[in-house]
């Protein structure tokens, strides 16, 4: 079943996704006694807070101007590439993972894609990192668990020479050949923003965040305290992370109404909370307030049009982002120029756009925009039951 169906306790099931090229984490796990491993602090620049201005991401944006010279790690294909994932806890993980499985398919200069998805789980890609090291992959690509956690693995694969190109989350210290993403600042910040004009300035609002020490949860975090902070008459009547869970998302909101019978509106890093938020408010009889969301999912623009709600999406494509790194990756591996960010460009949108972005062939996990054919998603097992 879909996570928004597991939340509101809804029937359905989901066919076993496919496992083309996908080799379990277990079976690259050597007991190295490194669970509950901390990172090491990274020699250099890139601490844990880069500079924020005018809500964007000074370093990235910085970043995206700097060539990074790859000829070094030139070779002839097909190549083997490792990919470390959050893993299809949610939409957007799942999304994920069908794309750059399809891609990776569908592209003769990948001739193995080993996938490993972590399920959100910091000491698991820790663990896998440890191990690509010995078996020297031609390339990683990185979605971080953890800003902190993951920068000592990223050093030692770099310095073992496997190019490391990191994907989706940020990591400290900036030791990789380059980051694949949007600007994780910036979505959070007008997401925040844009919700607060809205609301004319002033109201009761809940924040709603991801995984605790994830880059997009804390940055979002950070992103959306700094814009609202910019409205002394918007009172935060609640703040809870919520693990990127439909489930999670209506519970910690169900608690959060019985402390506060007045809520204008919710702020979610990541729309699997909102849409937990709308089932709660729907459950217990009360209008819905505004949304402002980072990452909306099917499943969020489906409940939003059903419920006539008002909201704001600042979209954080997994499928978009997964192509793009894959293409990097390859790039990397031909010799060729990157830059030390590559940028993805989105569009915002409200609800007068829901029905250009709301896909009624596939299912509530789903998140947009559509990067394969659809017979892809069908055949992975998203289609609407």
């Given amino acids: 079943m879909t996570m928004l169906e597991e939340a509101s306790g809804t029937n359905g099931s989901t066919p076993r996704k496919s496992a083309r090229r996908m080799v379990g984490v277990g079976a690259l796990v050597v007991a190295l006694g490194l ?23 000074v370093d990235l944006i910085a970043d ?12 002839d294909g097909p190549y083997t590439i490792a990919t470390l994932t959050q893993g299809p806890i949610n939409g957007w993980g799942l999304t994920w993972d069908e794309t750059v499985t399809y891609e990776a398919d569908h592209n003769p200069d990948v001739g193995d894609l080993i996938l490993l998805p972590a399920n959100g789980d910091a000491d698991s890609q820790i663990t896998s990192m ?8 031609d390339a990683i690509m990185l979605d971080p668990q953890g800003r902190a956690a993951l920068a000592a693995s990223v050093s030692r694969a770099m310095a073992a020479g496997i190019p490391v ?13 380059t ?4 600007d994780l600042y910036q979505v959070g910040y007008d997401s925040a923003k844009t919700l607060a004009e809205r609301l004319g300035g002033k109201g009761d609002v809940v924040l709603m965040h991801g995984i605790a020490g994830v880059d997009a949860a804390e940055t979002w975090k950070q992103a959306a305290e700094d814009a609202f902070g910019q409205y002394p008459d918007i009172k935060i009547v609640g703040s809870e992370y919520a693990d990127w869970s439909v489930a999670t998302g209506k519970a910690k909101m169900t608690a959060i109404m019985a402390a506060n019978p007045k809520i204008d509106a919710v702020w979610s890093g990541g729309s699997e909370m909102a849409t937990g938020a709308m089932l ?5 009889g ?21 419920y006539g709600i008002g909201f704001n999406a600042f979209p954080d494509p997994p499928g978009t982002i997964a192509k793009a790194c894959l293409e990097t990756t390859l790039k990397v591996l031909h010799g060729e120029t990157v830059h030390k960010f590559e940028p993805v460009e989105i569009e915002s949108f409200d609800e007068t756009q829901l029905d250009d972005h709301y896909v009624p062939e596939l299912s509530d996990d789903f998140v947009g925009p559509i990067e394969l054919p659809m017979q892809a998603y069908l055949d992975a097992g998203m289609a609407r039951k």
């Fill in 35 to 57: 669970a509950g491993c901390t990172a090491e602090g990274p020699a250099g620049g890139g601490g844990a807070s880069p500079e924020k201005a005018d809500g964007v991401s």
């Fill in 64 to 75: 995206s101007k700097v060539d990074v010279d790859t000829s070094k790690y030139a070779k």
């Fill in 130 to 137: 440890e191990n690509l090291v010995s078996q020297k992959p």
């Fill in 165 to 177: 190109i990191v994907c989706g989350n940020g990591v400290e210290g900036k030791k990789y050949v």
């Fill in 179 to 182: 980051y694949n993403d949007v």
């Fill in 280 to 284: 709660a408010f729907d459950e217990a």
């Fill in 286 to 306: 009360k209008d819905q307030p505004l949304y402002g969301v980072a990452n909306p999912t099917n499943g969020f623009l489906r409940l939003a049009k059903e």
